[in-house]
């Protein structure tokens, strides 16, 4: 089978870690002892998740008091290009005999596209009340409560053609790993004269690899996180994983905005374009695609 594995942002830096290289390499690595299975038996491309690295390097960058600025789509390219080799090198290490590529993935949006005048994306760090309002007034950026702290936003605009797929599936059709469209990919608009540039956004993962699965046909769409399914009335007495579920029936319930909801959206969408989505923990990925755990979304399943 085909898959697209979309790993969450705990395959990179567990609630609470600290963001330094030796947690992110740890957790890579147990990323890759989950996914090294799989690639044994499917044809496999991997996603991944950006915002805590992205909003790292715009700390990092704000600190030079150059005239240089670095914008949002250079940092996701090159936090892209770091997970990337951390991925690829892990992977490489468990399976010495399978190919792999990490590819710098261009992802069109819509100028128009109304995230630019509300953004809602978050990235970076948590911070306390006093450092958030520093942030707003010394580099104008938006900040949204999280939690007890607060974390600086961005546009998320809708992910519209991937402009490395025909490259992505020729090296799918010579049997190698792709690692690609991470962090959503490099968001881009195209311009009067026909040419590209970036722009200031970080696209939903969970989107792009929606969009990645479905120009790509994949079988599955697979989303891992660090929860082991999709739970109605979560937070609450009557909290329930669901187990099997078709999209129409998925769509009538509400769900966490920037966690669970963008899951729940692309794996409703891959699913009613013929695919069958799956949601849970990294370390049960051969077990969700059995259908032993997880959340299966698929077109006709009855709710269990």
């Known amino acids: 089978m085909r898959i697209v594995v979309a790993l969450g942002g705990n395959a990179l830096l567990r609630r609470g870690e600290r963001m330094t290289a030796e947690n992110q390499r740890h957790n890579v690595r147990l990323a890759a002892a989950a996914l090294a299975p799989l690639a044994s038996e499917h044809a496999l491309v991997i996603s991944h998740g950006n915002g805590p690295q992205v909003g790292l390097l715009a700390l990092q960058a704000a600190s030079y008091h150059g005239d240089e600025t670095y914008p949002l789509d250079i940092l996701d390219a090159e936090s892209e290009g770091m997970i990337g080799y951390l991925i690829e090198q892990e992977l490489a290490n468990l399976l010495p005999d399978r190919r792999l590529a990490t590819l710098l993935t261009q992802v069109e949006v819509d100028p128009a596209d109304p995230a630019f005048r509300h953004p809602s994306k978050p990235i970076g760090p948590v911070h306390s009340a006093v450092e958030a309002k520093r942030l707003v007034q010394e580099r ?34 010579q049997d190698v790993i792709v690692i690609c469209a991470g962090g959503g990919g490099v968001p881009v608009i195209r311009r009067a004269d026909d040419s590209l540039v970036g722009v200031e956004a970080v696209i939903d993962k969970d989107r792009a690899s929606c969009l990645l699965a479905r120009e790509l046909r994949a079988d599955w769409l697979l989303m891992l996180t660090d929860v082991d399914g999709v739970y109605l009335d979560w937070e609450t007495s009557r909290a329930r994983r669901v ?31 013929g695919g069958v989505a799956g949601i849970g923990r990294l370390q049960d990925a051969g077990a969700i695609l059995a259908g032993e755990t997880g959340t299966i979304v698929k077109l006709g399943a009855e709710t269990a």
């Not at 104008?140 to 599936?169: K, Q, T």
């Not at 099997?244 to 009613?272: D, T, W």
């Open 243 to 273: 187990r099997r579920i078709a999209p129409a029936a998925l769509r009538q319930h509400a769900f966490a905005p920037g966690s669970m909801a963008p899951k729940v959206e692309a794996a409703c969408e891959f699913a009613e374009a």
């Open 140 to 173: 104008r950026w938006s900040i949204a409560a999280e939690g007890a702290g607060y974390r600086r936003v961005v546009a998320s605009p809708v992910p519209r053609r991937i402009f490395e797929l025909g490259v992505i599936e020729l090296l799918v059709n």
